[in-house]
């Protein structure tokens, strides 16, 4: 014959209850284990200015005034590993450029770093942000990558180190400051 097992509510909820545990257990384990590394990188940018063949202007504004509102400017400017325009490549600054204010200073750029060297090669950290022509020092946020760089966040300091106010090339110190590699923020 068979018996059928009783079981109380208070013995289900006891049950129930150490199911729960386990799992929230099991769940935390998985979520602390998982740390983004962060890096810092130092490098150089190479700006051609807008008079560079890598360089191209649009003019959604005024035709004959590239520091009106509503101006575009693409780059692909060389990123090197020390300031020299002639030392080693690291990788590339694709970017687009706009002009954003009326008076002309306020510039928003959307950035690619294209590694081409190192560990990290052949990933890409994408940057945005807002800064005025005027700054010496700006702040960039480092908002994704690709491949190695999955999910990167973090930010970048650029200094302005040297501008030719005649052909506009100018060099900036890039630090990168970022964490990447964890899905879980």
Sequence with gaps: MARHLQFS???IKLCVTLLLTIFACSMATSYSSC?????????YLQDNGPASPYASGVVSAAPDNSTARGYILTTD????EKVSNKSCLVGRGLGIYTIASPDGNDVVAFISFIIEKGV???????????????????E??????????????????LEILYVNNTTFYAVGKSTLTFQYGCTTY
């Design 77 to 80: 400017n060389r990123v090197t």
């Design 140 to 157: 960039y946020a480092i908002v994704g990558g690709t491949k190695k760089l999955r999910y990167a966040r973090g930010y970048v300091i």
């Design 35 to 43: 740390r983004p590394k962060e890096t810092k990188m130092v490098v």
């Design 120 to 138: 990290f090669s052949g990933s890409t950290l994408q940057m945005q942000g807002q800064h005025s022509q005027l700054d010496k020092v700006r």
């Design 9 to 11: 509510s208070s013995s």
